[in-house]
């Protein structure tokens, strides 16, 4: 889960930085790793029957949903650059609640039930 949360930082920032010319390849790269990412930890989900399940699964939908109505807004011409450069501002500010809230409650469920404990969360302080 740490691997792949790393990979949703890399692919939306090449997102908020692409050019006009990259968005096409910056959105489809986003949206593979979008579906590869939450139909993972929907099938974690499903198969270790967490209890918020439903809850987590309709929020992975509602981001793919946008990621691809921009998508196919852009590629038509219906939206700009400054359109995907918003979409990835609002994936930078929408996933840290995401994964504090909704991906670590899944990891503690699953380590609970694998190895009978609770995984270490570390955080980085910005403050020193
Ligand atoms: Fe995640
Ligand atoms: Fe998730």
Known sequence: MDHT?????RVTFDLLTCTFA?????????ESHAVE????????MEKSLF?????H????????LSVREVG???????LGLDTVH????ELFSWFPGHADYLDS??????????????PVVMRRSLRA
């Open 5 to 9: 949360h790393e990979e949703f930082y």
């Open 22 to 30: 990259g968005a096409s390849d910056a959105l489809h790269a986003f």
């Open 37 to 44: 990412h939450f139909e993972q930890e929907n099938e974690w």
């Open 51 to 55: 209890p918020a399940r439903d809850c």
């Open 57 to 64: 699964i309709a929020e992975h939908a509602a981001v793919l």
């Open 72 to 78: 196919e807004g852009f590629t038509s011409g219906a």
């Open 86 to 89: 918003d979409l990835a501002m």
């Open 105 to 118: 409650a899944l990891a503690a469920w699953m380590t609970r039930r694998n190895m009978g404990g609770t």
